[in-house]
């Protein structure tokens, strides 16, 4: 166990100074110039040599390693550099930007899991019958319906019809409700599947012919015998839709006017706020990295099989 | 009803139904079996062997719908009718099943020490830990080494021979008077075939259990069974104690059943002797015997009206031939 975390680890490491560099370059390649923008904001874009005055005093003369070691050097010690764009530190706006978009994701998490245990085992229960086409549609909507226009949705319905949550804010729990479903709602269309068809999968498989001669129920059988067989596709799936979620966090964040990371990448890419975007992307990737660790461990603790390997 | 049979089926026909098509794989069979004793039900793949056995019970694949005419009756219960949640507490506690594949039929990711002790926990109201202690006893009774740390691991981490003792103790967990045993040795090796079935037939005897072998093996049905039933194509061929049917076959199918076992005596590098032609398919309806095409006793009768299973010159033994019948010689 230990031997495999530590190896994971290292794997980790040096996963994230490659993405660093990649992110470094596709950063630096982006067309626009964070100067020219610089210069617009204090109106002298016109003065002649000003653009290279400001492209010099923040730095973006020097070449571009040096560039990256300043940065990465930096980084490493947790200085991410000066926003170009408010001229405060990043790193003292991260915290509690991390900690929004953190409450997002955990949250969104959760209910995506339990609406997906729920959607998955009504079909598993009764395939092919009611419950589970119901299930079936309610995935295939959720599914296919953008996300900007499930938040949308959720204000029209939630905050403005029947006026159950504020649309929008980061004040407490009952403010935290919509942007909570509506990043759930993709990951729970797509995971009740996951359940779904892994139930149906399990149910036919000769241990729950076993099972089955053993006198055991149905409801025995879907949750002794074939759950724990499903739950390390599951986790697997459910550690891809919650990396993915920082990608809906982009869109929903400035939706509901939270001033997560998402937001604060997007506001960045705007501006060619190159500190910004290069920070939020290495938070990102930490946390894919992070999270697929998890995942790792959970499935290794789940599955005997996979289990014996390692000890 | 001291001497009614502990399983006593009769006439019994199975009808699957699927979204596209309906077959018969079991047509009017009749059979018993009494507490000790021991049935094998012999025939090639998809004859109907395991359909017979298991569609009575409950234990066909979802999405199949099962239809049952004749009777089946379960130490004096007619199964036939009964509803599921009634059968399902018959499956496990009073009849035991072993599967062919022991490499499938464990759950890979639950410890076999869970999975013989859920059996005791539901059919004899133990205590969890009650029903650890029998699961540890039952490893011990169908002769596992190492049984204590057995009990901990998964199924993954036992050979074939061992994963088959297992689901033979879980079989026996509920204290089963019937056992139904579906081709228990198809799947091991030939050198551990020979123990699970030695260990079988010993625990059966010791157990006065009633069993029904279900198999392809004549080498298993002369060395386990005290009564045999032919199968081929969904009906019933030959049926009778296994020393007469064995050492002389009367119908022409299980004549070349028993003549394609390769003999001592067979040269090195001999043919091996196979039943010419191939079985029908179940679902095409026939009017004779589903065997005629096959044989080299056939004539015109045989294709004109279903043969029934009526006793031979030896009332012991029943034949489903009327060439076999109308002279009473070939025996």
Redesign the interface.
Known sequence: MIHFISKRLKHSLALLLLASVVCFTLVVSAPGNVAVLIAELRGAVAVPGYVAQVEEEIGLNKPLLMRYVDWLGDAARGDFGISYRTGQAVSADLPHRMMVTGTLIAGSAVIATLLSLLLGFLGAFW?YKLPDRVSRGLALIGASTPTFFVGALMIYGFSVTFQLFPSFGFNGPVSWVLPWLTVAVLPAAVLSRVVRVGLEEA?????V?????????RTAILF??AL??I?PVFINALGTQVGLMTATGIIVEPLFAWQGVGDYFLAGVRFRDFMVVQACLLIFLTFFIVVNLIVDLAVLM????IR?QWS | MHDEPLLSVSNLTVDLLTAKSAIRPVDGVSYTVRQGECLAIVGESGSGKTVMNFAP???M??GVTTSLSGSVRFGGRELIGLPEPEI??????SI??I?Q?PM???????RIGRQIA??AE??LDMTPRAAEARALELVKLVGISDPVARLRQ?P??LSGGLRQRI?IA??LA?EPKLLIADEPTTALDVTVQAQILRLLKDLQRRLNMAMVLITHDMGVVAGAADNIVVMYAARAAERGPVDKVLVTPRHPYTRGLINAIPKREDPIGSQFRGLPGIPPTLGAPFKGCAFAPRCDFAVPTCTASRPPLVPSADGSVFVACPVVNEGRAAA
Not at chain 2, 88 to 93: A, V, W
Not at chain 2, 104 to 110: D, G, H, T
Request: proline fraction near 10%; glycine fraction near 10%; aromatic fraction near 6%.
């Open positions: 395939p149910m036919t498989s000769p241990y012919l076993t099972a089955k001669s053993k006198g055991l129920g002794r015998e724990p067989n739950t789940t599955d005997p099989r014996r | 019970l409950g234990l694949p979802t399902r507490k018959i499956r496990g506690k035991g099943f599967f594949d499938s039929a464990l759950n890979p990711v639950r859920e059996m539901l059919h998964y993954h981490e689901v879980t079989a509920g």
